[in-house]
């Protein structure tokens, strides 16, 4: 089904840096604990070696740098305290909540959220953001699936439970994990890209295969329109 006057479909949304500004209290939570297991970091290099990855894919870099192996009751600790740090500072990204709110009254209700991370925690931002409403029974995992970002599985996953086709999606990303995931499924890419992202985040994004790159969240709406009329 086609969205009447619109370029795309469907819109995927991921989570981490596009809807909750999370990135910030996951990585501090993250830089404490391996501070304590002997590996010293600031939270600055934390952020740039981690966003947009699982914790659990840098197992072999964790255990060189620590010399300790990545135990589960590690792990444990490590997500009780982050969704304990999340629950009581996480805020959504500006602008977030009013786009997600046209973008769904644009496209229908064809919207998802498509995270790398987690279920559990996916969920816990969405719904402690406001965001629940719309995201509610459209969240998919990369946990859940056979592949997590970079590959394409969860976007693929989001596009097939919309019963949209993923070349005719449109996919929010902010990672350059994000992007190669999104390609990878076929599905054009906007890369958003706040002021504090870092120099070299535009290129990095546009390397990736993202054809469109945003500052603000609460202007995608009126991208989507412009996209659309300009096609």
């Known amino acids: 089904m086609e969205s009447p006057g619109l370029k795309f479909d ?26 304590d297991a002997g590996w010293a970091l600031t939270l600055a290099e934390c952020m740039r070696i981690f966003t947009g990855q699982a914790v659990r894919d840098l197992t072999a870099l964790i255990e060189e740098k620590t010399r300790k192996p990545l135990t ?7 997500r009780q305290r982050r969704n304990a740090a999340l629950e009581r500072a996480l805020q959504p990204i500006a602008g977030a909540v009013q786009a ?4 769904h009254a644009q496209f229908r209700g064809r919207i998802a959220c498509a995270s790398g991370a987690d279920r559990f925690k996916v969920e816990l931002q969405i ?3 406001g965001l629940m409403p719309y995201f ?5 995992s990369g946990h859940e699936m056979p592949r997590s970002k970079p590959w394409p599985d ?41 002021p504090d992202a ?34």
């Not at 991921?14 to 939570?29: K, M």
């Not at 997600?100 to 973008?103: C, M, P």
């Not at 994990?177 to 999104?182: K, M, N, P, Y």
């Open 10 to 35: 469907a819109v995927l949304f991921d989570c981490d840096g596009v809807l909750v500004d999370s990135e910030p209290i996951t990585n501090g939570v993250l830089r404490d604990m391996l501070d």
């Open 72 to 78: 589960e009751y590690w792990m444990d600790q490590f």
């Open 100 to 103: 997600v709110h046209a973008v």
């Open 127 to 129: 719904r402690k953001c």
């Open 136 to 140: 509610d029974g459209r969240i998919f």
């Open 154 to 194: 969860v976007y693929l996953a989001a596009a097939a439970a919309l019963g949209v086709d993923a070349k005719r999606c449109l996919v929010v990303e902010d990672t350059v994990t994000g992007v190669t995931a999104g390609v990878a499924a076929a599905a054009t890419v906007f890369g958003y890209n706040p």
């Open 198 to 231: 870092g120099h070299d985040a535009p290129a990095a994004l546009r390397k990736a295969g993202a054809t469109m790159l945003f500052t603000d969240m609460a202007a995608l709406p009126a991208l989507l329109e412009f996209s659309s009329r300009a096609t």
